[in-house]
């Protein structure tokens, strides 16, 4: 059995837009089910937002989210996390694109570039304020 470890993003009424516009820009398969599909409690405050939804990728990774109910804060995501293992100059190619798909209505607080450890490394904070890190390893020749 292999272990996984799954980034969960809490949104305020945003994780439909969000987690369509990251299957966008990633790709995968993206399910989501609303508050009214999952617990059919009649709400009307919470039918329509995102109860569960996850973005399975290629490369195994598995994004999950919801939309967090009105009574509940909702806090900063923290940071997602992406890098390559220097093994397949392919994987460069494919963070790179996924860069430039984020960056879409983002802040680019750090811009993606060669860096002093070798590697190119860019941040930067998406248009649902979720961090987004990257770092794309120098293949050795």
Same mark, same amino acid.
């Not at 961090?131 to 990257?134: A, G, I, P, R």
């Given at each position: 059995m292999a272990i996984g470890l799954?980034?969960?993003? &809490? +949104?305020?009424?945003?994780? &439909? #837009?969000?987690m369509e516009f990251y299957n966008a820009a990633l790709g995968g398969e993206l399910s989501m089910m609303t508050f009214q599909e999952g617990m059919n409690d009649g709400n009307p405050a919470t039918a329509d937002l995102i109860m569960h939804? *996850?973005?399975f990728?290629? &490369?195994g990774i598995h994004l999950m989210a919801s939309d967090s109910t009105p009574e509940m804060t909702?806090?900063?995501n923290g940071a997602?996390?992406?890098?390559?293992?220097?093994?397949?100059e392919a994987d460069n190619a494919v963070l790179t694109k996924w860069w430039e798909a984020l960056t879409a209505g983002a802040t680019v607080e750090v811009?993606? #570039?060669?860096?002093?450890?070798?590697? *190119? +490394?860019?941040q930067l904070r998406d248009k649902f304020g979720v961090?987004?890190? +990257?770092n794309i390893s120098a293949v050795q020749g």
């Open positions: 799954t980034p969960y993003l &809490r +949104f305020a009424g945003d994780a &439909r #837009e969000a939804s *996850s973005l990728l290629e &490369r909702v806090t900063s997602v996390a992406l890098s390559s293992d220097a093994t397949d811009p993606l #570039e060669k860096a002093p450890w070798g590697d *190119s +490394f860019g961090v987004w890190m +990257f």
